[in-house]
């Protein structure tokens, strides 16, 4: 896991991967999810949550900067994996939860495996845990619209943070570091979690509309030359800005692959009601070169959509494509695609999913239509 996932994407400490290496992630998923337990993807555990893919713990971990000597708050202890990483590497973690069954389990798990220094709490992790701060850093593991109020009262003078903030399916990792009593805050990369329920839900201003499911910067046109990001798309792996010969605008994105199986794709999510939403037609540019399958039929070039229900199960998917064959010019594909009634959230899985070479892409569309 650490040697295929983790340490390629940038992951370089030393503690952090050592750390990564020796927990048994099995042991917080579900039995009947082990055998994808050392894949890099995010798992249900239940109750509309999930547990992180490994690279997104280790990345949350390391820009973290755990001392052995920090006291650090979690919020969000979900199956209790990203406290059992932190316990090798800090002095004690304080983790709240808000699903009382989820809390129960993941406390229960977390003493008989031996993480003795680890602490766990039932409630809403909106208003941190007082009775301990102040706290050298925070990690939360849910998504509010903005920082709550009582943990940046929590962090101590030179602590860090790091949240994602955003949208319910719009969301940015941030670093807060608190300097002179204030937050000085370092935007980092597109990342989706699920939201900070409780107060911090109750106090969102922005709400999606399943109604209006929408894909955005669907063009490409907004990213970082930087750090060759894409904004609002998350999970971004062995893909690149280009601007020569853009088909519309200045910018599209590109993929590239040698290694059959290896992640090359981007993701997005949006909300959308299958009760109301009957077909969504999807269209997309695109051209590729020396495109071959990976090592599944499965894993082959394509837009792949994949729908969820209330309690964000998986319950089918669509494909625009697969593109197999090699195509020098830009092509249009274009289809109309089912939503399952039960739908309300989606997932598009843009790339080459496993499979080698090159394609590239712009102009993606997405049109609902009602029942």
């Not at 680890?118 to 007082?130: A, E, M, N, Q, R």
Request: with cysteine; net charge negative.
């Amino acid at each position: 896991m650490v040697t295929q996932f983790i340490a390629p994407e940038g992951i370089d400490n030393d503690r952090v991967l050592a750390v990564m290496r020796a927990v048994p992630r099995h042991e917080f998923v579900r039995p009947s999810l082990r055998e994808l337990a050392y894949l890099d993807q995010a798992l249900d555990i239940g109750h509309k949550q999930t547990i992180s893919p490994p690279y997104i713990v280790a990345y949350m971990t390391q820009t973290l900067d755990p001392q052995p000597e920090d006291k650090v708050l979690e919020i969000g202890t979900g199956s209790g994996y990203q406290a059992a990483i932190l316990s090798g590497l800090v002095k004690d973690i304080y983790t709240i939860e808000i699903v009382e069954p989820l809390g129960r389990q993941a406390a229960s798990k977390l003493k008989r495996l031996g993480y003795d220094n680890v602490h766990t709490k039932i409630g809403d992790g909106y208003l941190g845990w007082p009775e301990h701060t102040p706290f050298d850093k925070i990690v939360v593991t849910c998504s509010p619209e903005s920082v709550p109020q009582p943990l940046i009262d929590q962090l101590a003078e030179g602590g860090r943070m790091i949240i994602p903030l955003g949208e319910r399916y719009q969301q940015v990792f941030h670093l807060f570091e608190k300097q002179e009593g204030k937050l000085v805050a370092t935007r980092l990369q597109p990342t989706l979690f699920v939201p900070m329920t409780g107060q911090s839900e109750d106090l969102r201003q922005v709400k999606p509309d399943p109604l209006s499911p929408e894909i955005i910067n669907a063009g490409f046109e907004a990213a970082d030359l930087k750090t060759g990001r894409f904004d609002h798309w998350h999970y971004q792996r062995r893909s690149a800005i280009m601007t020569e010969d853009a088909p519309e605008g200045n910018q599209y994105i590109c993929f590239d692959n040698d290694e059959p199986g290896r992640t090359a794709h981007v993701l997005q999510a949006f909300a959308i009601d299958g009760s109301r939403i009957d077909t969504i037609t999807v269209s997309a540019q695109y051209r590729s070169a020396n495109v071959r399958e990976g090592r599944t039929p499965s894993e082959r070039p394509a837009l792949i959509i994949h729908f969820y229900d209330t309690k964000r199960l998986p319950i089918g998917n669509a494909t625009l494509g697969p593109w197999r064959n090699d195509v020098s010019v830009w092509t249009t594909a274009s289809d109309r695609i089912a939503v399952p009634t039960r739908a309300r959230e989606a997932i598009v899985q843009l790339g080459l999913n496993g499979a080698t070479g090159t394609l590239c892409v712009d102009d993606i569309h997405l049109t609902p239509h009602q029942r």
